[in-house]
């Protein structure tokens, strides 16, 4: 017998299986469309490597501003955040909309600038990609470090306005959009939309410490 625990985890796996097949319907991608799409995942990668390598010099605040704009470029941060917060975002203004987008933006950028703050010799490898339904992409990466662990982050693309963008990202089999909308879902059940913007306003702020 399944319990309620089980029942949201097993959710939680079907859901993480469904941003990744893309639906059921196969859409075209091309050879060209697989090379721009792996390009904006390896400008990514060379950034973080950039970043990670004068991160001392940089300081969190100098990571931050060569981050954001390679971020904001590479997500697509409206997907995400509508697909988090879930069923609700229907419930939300105009203004609540964008203010919910720009949090989550900030705090994508401050996570990356807080967590990539030195270098030991790592290595970014991009091992393969594949076509999925519905028009989008799997790029699969590896950080590879110098005691020979390795990260796998696997990259799910989609098409916006002519342009591939990141909705979600997998790292070592654990999906980033899954656990963000389990999290925030259950803030705003109990908190509602105040609550959840404290609790990204807190998030960011932790992080802006480390000027």
Known sequence: MYNRKSIKYLGII????????????????????????????????????????????????GRYKILKPVIEQTYDFTFIT??????????????????????????????????FDGYGGEEFRLVSS??????????????????????????VLRKKDGQWRAINVIANGVSDLSLKRAQYTSILRKKKFDGLIKKLDKKIASYEKRR
């Open 82 to 115: 509508r697909f988090s917060v879930g069923r609700i975002w229907k419930t939300f203004n105009e203004d609540q909309h964008s203010k919910l987008i720009d949090r989550f933006t900030t705090l994508s950028v401050a996570t990356y600038a807080a967590r």
């Open 14 to 61: 079907l859901l993480t299986l469904m941003i990744v097949s893309g639906g059921q319907v196969y859409g075209a991608v091309s050879s060209a469309d697989v090379k721009e799409g792996e390009a904006l995942i390896e400008r990514l990668d060379s950034t973080l490597l950039s970043v990670m390598k004068d991160a001392k010099t940089l300081g969190y605040g």
């Open 130 to 155: 594949k076509p999925l339904k519905r028009g989008r992409l799997l790029v699969r990466t590896e950080i590879v470090k110098t005691d020979g662990e390795i990260i796998h982050l696997d990259y």
